[in-house]
């Protein structure tokens, strides 16, 4: 999993409320066990028309907002199934940030096993920071998860709270099996001691 530290980017305005995991990717995507190729139809049935071709009002169909890196969203991001395709779409795309006033507890939790970090912000900070968003000429945002605040364009920070094991966890990118990984040492020498004190666990079953 890719570290973040601070990220600066395009910021795309979403003012929707409940924008719930069937919208981020519907559900005929979720076959596939890949983790690529997925951005492509990130928010498909809001950015692309039935035959394919783009909505051009869906605000990544738009400049700047194409080469987005972070979302301002409404209320309760990421409602709905608990589908993991969800953050593989945005991270695809290349969104490694997603602010909002509040995030549905399972998608909040996947977010941080894939390298994206949601952040949760005041209603009025919020309604700052989708100003600054709407704002085509400078919708850039400085996401500093090091001294966790976000730089806005006028210079102003707007500071936020995140569990320090979670902050951890990104400023390493270290997701669930990174973490088992850091116990390399320790899961080796429980192996060798349980097969020398419980040898015939490894023998070949009979013929």
């Excluded at 669930?176 to 666990?201: C, R, S, V, Y």
Aim: proline residues 6%; hydrophobic residues 40%.
């Amino acid at each position: 999993m890719d570290k973040f530290n601070t990220l600066t980017g395009v910021a795309a305005p979403m003012d929707m409320i409940n924008i719930d995991t069937d919208k981020i990717i519907p559900k005929l995507h979720l076959r596939t066990i890949k983790r690529t190729g997925l951005g492509k139809v990130l928010f498909e049935e809001m950015r692309f028309e039935t035959d394919g071709s783009e909505k051009p009002d869906f605000i990544l169909n738009k400049e700047p907002y194409r080469n987005s890196k972070i979302i301002v969203a409404g209320d309760n991001f990421g409602c709905g199934s608990s589908r993991e395709h969800a953050p593989w779409a945005l991270l695809d795309f290349g969104i490694r940030c997603v602010i909002s006033t509040s995030f549905a507890d399972i998608f909040y939790n996947n977010c941080f096993k894939n390298g994206i970090l949601p952040i949760r912000v005041t209603k009025d900070q919020l309604d700052a920071l989708m100003a600054d968003a709407s704002d085509t000429e400078n919708p850039e945002l400085t996401v500093d998860l090091v001294n966790m605040e976000i730089k806005r364009p006028n210079g102003v920070t707007v500071p936020f709270e995140l569990d320090a094991f979670r902050r951890e966890c990104l400023l390493d990118g270290l997701d669930d099996i990174g973490l088992t990984m850091q116990k390399g040492d320790k899961i080796d020498g429980f192996e060798a001691q349980q097969n020398q004190a419980q040898p015939w666990l490894n023998s070949a079953p009979p013929a």
